[in-house]
């Protein structure tokens, strides 16, 4: 994936952070603090280089309690990530509420690690990791939710230092933070601003003195110039290469009976701004599938009507690209610019009700030819007689955006991956396309947080110069990290 940054965005981000006093990042650091492009933004919580992965077991026992919930992280390497245990040994960690400093107490059904995200908050050139709990209670109120970041370092993430925000104004059943991201939406800050989702809207938070303080609130349900659109996705990239990033935040519009919309936020010198808004869906992702230097949007809407309101066979993805004037429609109706299902000529499958194709989805270059590839997740996916099985597909990306030629489709039963495709897994139900040994292709996760009866296990396939290949992939579960594996549904959330 290219890294791409202005000469004049790199200098203001040096001044700031002389300015604040901050130790330099490491020369080794993979990623920049501030990243304003999607592949600016990596998940090096240790500044070695390598990705290293993040991923949420929101269902999972910590501290003797079904349900709290905790996160793993695997540090990458020169061979790669690994688990604690097994044939394929690495550095990990597991972090919950009852680790001690971590902020909280561990309580059944907080769903600590339901959605997860990365970035550079505190602009110290180590990646922070954002852990949302939207089952958290706030005293009488239930299901308010809260977020947590723990800050990276030399030695990756550490529970010290750890800070937990909630809304201003929590509300009962409200999910803060069913869905957050991370990004350099302003320069009115040296590290980047979290943006936290609930059902309502998105709150803001930026960094400051081992704190982060809220310093403002979008109503989506309050239709802020266009749709009054129910969050349920949020992503970000510089759709203009204006060197801000922007924020989408995506989900169910309010006003046409369920159909996905998004509204676009463009990140500027003061802050975001509402731009339009565009279709959208439950699952988003950002990346440049055409190397022209802009970030395009992907929206993934599973199972849903379009926006006529006729019944789609197995789900949808959809694809924006972005320019100048950020990411727009092909005309002033916002359309979108491609449209891909399972029916699609060169795709393989055939799209059926309930396959959730779009479910998930991942951007990122696997093949390391300069343009993003996308992973689809489709759990709801039959295989044979094998009901909800699961499986993912790879399109590539090209000069003209996402292409069929050399798209591929993978499950529990093709030659090569660990396992058998069984009722129920899920397989796909997250992707992630991560670089963890940085030789400049992407490998794939796909989590199947159905798998034993919703234990939950990831897959890894590895990447090549020909793109995924399923030979040499390997799978493993909570167990192996050494956290509590039963009922965790682990990979219910991975970083993108």
């Given at each position: 994936?290219?890294?791409?940054?202005?000469?004049?965005?790199?200098?203001?981000?040096?001044?700031?952070?002389?300015?604040?006093?901050?130790?330099?990042?490491?020369?080794?650091?993979?990623?920049?603090?501030?990243?304003?492009?999607?592949?600016?933004?990596?998940?090096?919580?240790?500044?070695?280089?390598?990705?290293?992965?993040?991923?949420?077991?929101?269902?999972?026992?910590?501290?003797?309690?079904?349900?709290?919930?905790?996160?793993?992280?695997?540090?990458?390497?020169?061979?790669?990530?690994?688990?604690?245990?097994?044939?394929?040994?690495?550095?990990?960690?597991?972090?919950?509420?009852?680790?001690?400093?971590?902020?909280?107490?561990?309580?059944?059904?907080?769903?600590?690690?339901?959605?997860?995200?990365?970035?550079?908050?505190?602009?110290?050139?180590?990646?922070?990791?954002?852990?949302?709990?939207?089952?958290?209670?706030?005293?009488?109120?239930?299901?308010?939710?809260?977020?947590?970041?723990?800050?990276?370092?030399?030695?990756?993430?550490?529970?010290?230092?750890?800070?937990?925000?909630?809304?201003?104004?929590?509300?009962?059943?409200?999910?803060?933070?069913?869905?957050?991201?991370?990004?350099?939406?302003?320069?009115?800050?040296?590290?980047?601003v979290l943006a936290v989702a609930d059902r309502g809207g998105v709150d803001l938070f930026t960094y400051g003195t081992d704190s982060l303080e809220g310093t403002g609130r979008t109503d989506t349900t309050g239709a802020p110039g266009g749709d009054a659109i129910q969050p349920a996705s949020l992503t970000s990239g510089d759709y203009d290469a204006d060197g801000y990033a922007d924020l989408i935040v995506s989900g169910q519009s309010l006003e046409e009976d369920g159909t996905g919309r998004s509204a676009v936020y463009r990140g500027g010198a003061d802050g975001l701004g509402y731009a339009r808004d565009l279709g959208g869906g439950a699952a988003t992702a950002s990346g440049d599938v055409d190397n022209d230097g802009y970030d395009d949007f992907v929206f993934g809407?599973?199972?849903?009507?379009?926006?006529?309101?006729?019944?789609?066979?197995?789900?949808?993805?959809?694809?924006?690209?972005?320019?100048?004037?950020?990411?727009?429609?092909?005309?002033?109706?916002?359309?979108?610019?491609?449209?891909?299902?399972?029916?699609?000529?060169?795709?393989?499958?055939?799209?059926?009700?309930?396959?959730?194709?779009?479910?998930?989805?991942?951007?990122?270059?696997?093949?390391?030819?300069?343009?993003?590839?996308?992973?689809?997740?489709?759990?709801?996916?039959?295989?044979?007689?094998?009901?909800?099985?699961?499986?993912?597909?790879?399109?590539?990306?090209?000069?003209?955006?996402?292409?069929?030629?050399?798209?591929?489709?993978?499950?529990?039963?093709?030659?090569?991956?660990?396992?058998?495709?069984?009722?129920?897994?899920?397989?796909?139900?997250?992707?992630?396309?991560?670089?963890?040994?940085?030789?400049?292709?992407?490998?794939?996760?796909?989590?199947?947080?159905?798998?034993?009866?919703?234990?939950?296990?990831?897959?890894?396939?590895?990447?090549?110069?020909?793109?995924?290949?399923?030979?040499?992939?390997?799978?493993?579960?909570?167990?192996?990290?050494?956290?509590?594996?039963?009922?965790?549904?682990?990979?219910?959330?991975?970083?993108?």
């Amino acid at each position: 994936m290219t890294h791409r940054r202005s000469a004049a965005v790199a200098a203001a981000s040096f001044l700031l952070l002389s300015g604040a006093g901050i130790a330099a990042a490491p020369t080794a650091l993979a990623g920049t603090p501030g990243g304003t492009y999607a592949g600016d933004r990596n998940s090096d919580f240790d500044g070695d280089g390598y990705d290293d992965v993040l991923t949420g077991a929101p269902g999972g026992t910590d501290g003797g309690h079904r349900g709290a919930g905790y996160v793993t992280v695997q540090y990458g390497a020169a061979s790669g990530m690994g688990t604690a245990t097994g044939a394929h040994r690495g550095r990990t960690a597991v972090f919950g509420q009852a680790t001690p400093g971590v902020p909280g107490t561990a309580e059944p059904g907080d769903g600590f690690g339901t959605a997860v995200a990365t970035g550079d908050l505190d602009a110290d050139g180590y990646d922070d990791a954002v852990v949302a709990a939207p089952g958290e209670d706030s005293g009488s109120l239930a299901d308010a939710g809260r977020v947590t970041v723990l800050y990276g370092s030399e030695d990756g993430l550490r529970a010290t230092r750890s800070v937990t925000v909630r809304a201003a104004a929590p509300k009962a059943h409200a999910g803060f933070g069913l869905a957050v991201t991370a990004a350099r939406f302003t320069g009115a800050t040296p590290g980047d601003v979290l943006a936290v989702a609930d059902r309502g809207g998105v709150d803001l938070f930026t960094y400051g003195t081992d704190s982060l303080e809220g310093t403002g609130r979008t109503d989506t349900t309050g239709a802020p110039g266009g749709d009054a659109i129910q969050p349920a996705s949020l992503t970000s990239g510089d759709y203009d290469a204006d060197g801000y990033a922007d924020l989408i935040v995506s989900g169910q519009s309010l006003e046409e009976d369920g159909t996905g919309r998004s509204a676009v936020y463009r990140g500027g010198a003061d802050g975001l701004g509402y731009a339009r808004d565009l279709g959208g869906g439950a699952a988003t992702a950002s990346g440049d599938v055409d190397n022209d230097g802009y970030d395009d949007f992907v929206f993934g809407r599973p199972d849903r009507p379009d926006d006529h309101h006729e019944p789609l066979t197995g789900g949808v993805v959809g694809v924006y690209f972005g320019g100048e004037e950020g990411v727009q429609g092909v005309d002033e109706h916002g359309t979108v610019a491609q449209v891909w299902t399972q029916d699609v000529n060169g795709v393989p499958g055939t799209g059926e009700l309930g396959d959730g194709f779009g479910a998930d989805l991942s951007l990122a270059d696997v093949d390391g030819d300069g343009y993003d590839d996308l992973a689809v997740g489709a759990p709801g996916e039959d295989i044979g007689t094998v009901s909800d099985a699961g499986a993912v597909w790879l399109l590539r990306g090209s000069a003209a955006g996402l292409t069929a030629a050399g798209a591929k489709s993978f499950d529990q039963n093709s030659a090569g991956v660990p396992g058998t495709a069984e009722r129920a897994d899920r397989w796909g139900g997250q992707v992630r396309l991560a670089d963890t040994d940085d030789d400049g292709r992407r490998e794939l996760l796909a989590a199947a947080p159905g798998e034993n009866t919703a234990d939950g296990v990831v897959w890894v396939l590895p990447a090549s110069r020909t793109g995924t290949v399923a030979t040499g992939s390997w799978s493993y579960g909570g167990g192996s990290l050494r956290a509590p594996g039963g009922d965790a549904r682990f990979g219910a959330a991975i970083d993108e």
